[in-house]
């Protein structure tokens, strides 16, 4: 099938069949599977606070909002168990620049906890054992900065200055891009 409009695609690459999950009037971006194949969290939206984060039931293609309009929720990120989902938010809606840190919210949307407050911050990704985030952050005003920070305790400290975009490797080990 072809794209109708915005929304998530699952593609076979052997057939390169495509089958269209979403039908949405925005872009969908960031489409990231669940650990265990059933659902696939995406943003709709740009980086404004019109956007909102989303998860589509691979299966029957029910959709389920987890964050509201006025949030600017970006950049969510599966634990590896997939109980928690972790996020980018800015609950003052002036876009990303004013981003209030990385939130952590059950896998349905409930339970919010903040866990990076009040700094613009971006990217997380789960340690592959789901005790600690990296992400990228503005540090005095100046962009950008990689950190870790304990899932359990909320500790954060420095990994690299003017690194963006994490990656583990393993529990120990990051990938950082540098612009």
Known sequence: GGITDGGVFVVDV???RSRQ????SADAANPAWSPDGTEILYRVGGTSADSVLRLVDVSTGEVTQLTDVGEAAADGAWSPDGSTIAFALDVVGGGFDDSHGIVLMD???GSRRVLVPDVPSWGPV???DGTR??????DDGSCCNTYVVDVASG???PVESGGLFPTWLDNNTLLIEFP
């Open 107 to 109: 896998a349905d949307g």
């Open 14 to 16: 052997v057939t390169s």
């Open 133 to 138: 985030i990296a992400y990228f952050a503005e």
């Open 21 to 24: 999950l979403t039908h949405e």
């Open 126 to 128: 789960w340690s592959p």
């Open 155 to 157: 500790e954060t400290r």
